[in-house]
């Protein structure tokens, strides 16, 4: 692994130890910093609104999801947006909360087929796609897609300067990791003796659980879910689910309505008793609410070379607060900012 | 990276795929099977129990913490110790939610000199021990404390059989990890050109932020806190704090009654009004209640083959519900092991 500054020439500008340098500016700086083309604004079809019923001072809980682009959406995410239309999710629940983990939503009585709310048609989820070890997304898939080449979009956080790698990127779960779409996502090892489930293609690429991040609940294997139960991990990243579950989504606005839940006291934190649940008023697609109504946001282009400066200071801390600069980051520790389109 | 099976001697003796092979036991059912030897009491004197007002409800909050042994522990844990035992902490508050990633609690007119608590008497916390580049805890520092040197130490986690690493255990962050007495710990590279800021001694060893870690809160460097303020982690491991700010201890029971309180709207999550504050009825060191009072802890031996097998099953999922293990994991998504001594 190489290390090199990225910030080169404001510490070549820097003076002299005795007199005041300059603080090195912060990720937040930097972010604040960027021009108004290096943010993309996320489609409106791609934004879920969730309202939870409000709490018991009255205040409002939404939450806003931004659903994750090809090719890592297919299937769920239609299906996702087939139940937004169908207004599917209104008046079920949240249904679990487990510390370190995840908060699952979805309809109580799913697993009982005299209970369980109709579903609207779905498309098929058999074991497929991405979370497959025997098809995983391939390098041909992705290509397929019309997207460049699986070796470019994943070329590994780069100076902008040289090109060359600014901080330590070592990831146990991956052979790289890098941002696609402004989504954090991995790629594949070539080789990898995993035991009696045996190893996943060369090549292959997928999206990361990390904070925020909304995935698929599923019973077990091979059973993939339909989209119509999620979760959304609010602990450390449980990078053990990656390819072993869909994640469709990250939580952009809004987490900590879900986060600060109390958590389940039955296994697996689902709570023990319906008053416990915490009610959903309503889930939407953005592109579905009136025009007035419709939050508008970007976030900062993964591609940017702001981006790549941003992701540096989060791994090289150089403003006053910190001693010792990392000088190194794992993927979920560069979380991709997001805004309110100004 | 090499990968090897621990659990060998039980795929061997799996039947042909046409039958139904055992199911490979869970991290929780390696755990649950655990020899009563492979438990290690934790000394009352290291542990600490935070009760927070009850809940509107009535409900009890309790917290328990387990202090870092040495050589991690000094000179924080000492004034710890001091603090609780003259009731500093007792009327104090929580201070601070900022989701995914701290919950800070201490004096709220700590930093107004005609209004702060008064301190006992303290020792010393300057820009000293492990938090410092200049001054790492090395390997001498280490070896004069009469334990075993760094590199057995820190021998990556083995297969009990083979001697051989069985997951990948690549870290962003340091060398190598491992676990010390309970905890998670890391090694420092042997070079690091980490920009102005300096590199840090090869060999250096230091304890890791992960979810549930209790960290000293301070101002701009080279402040180094002096055990009074502390904070928790609960949210994704951040470990650019590794190095910046001591850690010294972990959350072990009671997370929930921290990590679900709301997060406070001022800048960095600080609460906006004292009425927004979480009062602390109480911090006492367990050794200073009534026995009959006293919790009884113990924890997952770190150098036992019990815990090898387990964090293996930690990174190679082999049960019912995975498809495809990760064959891997970071040091933070293996918690160690803790219960009530039965």
Redesign the interface.
């Known amino acids: 692994m190489k290390?090199k500054?990225l910030?080169a020439a404001t510490?070549l500008a820097?003076p002299a130890l005795a007199a005041q340098?300059a603080a090195?500016p912060s990720p937040g700086e930097i972010v604040a910093a960027a021009d108004a083309k290096d943010w993309v604004a996320i489609p409106q079809e791609d934004l879920l609104v969730m309202d939870l019923a409000p709490r018991a001072d009255g205040g409002a809980r939404r939450v806003i999801i931004q659903l994750v682009p090809e090719p890592f959406s297919r299937p769920w995410v239609a299906n996702i947006r087939t139940l937004a239309k169908a207004r599917w999710w209104d008046g079920l629940a949240i249904v679990r909360a487990q510390?370190?983990y995840v908060v699952q939503w979805g309809d109580p009585d799913g697993e009982d087929k005299g209970k369980a709310k109709p579903l609207p048609e779905l498309k098929p989820t058999a074991?497929a796609e991405y979370?497959?070890?025997a098809t995983a997304l391939t390098t041909q898939a992705w290509t397929n897609l019309g997207r460049a080449p699986l070796d470019e979009v994943f070329a590994p956080i780069r100076s902008t300067t040289t090109g060359e790698q600014s901080?330590?990127?070592?990831?146990?779960?991956a052979s790289a990791y890098a941002f696609v779409g402004g989504f954090p996502a991995a790629l594949g090892?070539t080789a990898?003796?995993?035991?009696?489930?045996?190893s996943?293609a060369a090549a292959s690429a997928w999206p990361i659980h990390?904070?925020?991040a909304v995935g698929v609940a599923r019973g077990?294997?091979?059973d993939a879910g339909t989209g119509a139960e999620l979760y959304t991990v609010?602990?450390?990243?449980?990078?053990?689910l990656?390819?072993?579950i869909a994640v469709v989504g990250r939580v952009i606005e809004g987490?900590?309505h879900l986060?600060?839940?109390?958590?389940g006291t039955e296994a697996l934190g689902f709570y023990a008793t319906p008053a416990e649940r915490t009610p959903i008023a309503s889930i939407r697609l953005v592109s579905e609410l009136p025009e007035a109504e419709q939050p508008k946001l970007e976030y900062l282009s993964t591609e940017s070379d702001t981006f790549a400066r941003y992701a540096h200071a989060?791994?090289?801390?150089?403003d006053?607060?910190?001693?010792?600069?990392?000088?190194?980051?794992?993927v979920?520790?560069i979380p991709v900012p997001v805004r309110r389109k100004p």
């Not at 990898?192 to 045996?198: A, Q, R, T």
């Not at 989060?314 to 150089?318: K, Q």
């Open positions: 290390f500054l910030l510490l820097a340098p090195a510390d370190n074991e979370i497959s070890p901080f330590n990127i070592a990831d146990p779960f090892r990898s003796p995993l035991g009696s489930k045996g996943f990390c904070y925020g077990l294997s091979p609010m602990g450390h990243a449980p990078r053990h990656d390819r072993n987490i900590e986060s600060t839940l109390p958590r989060r791994a090289n801390r150089e006053d607060f910190f001693i010792a600069p990392a000088g190194g980051a794992d979920c520790n």
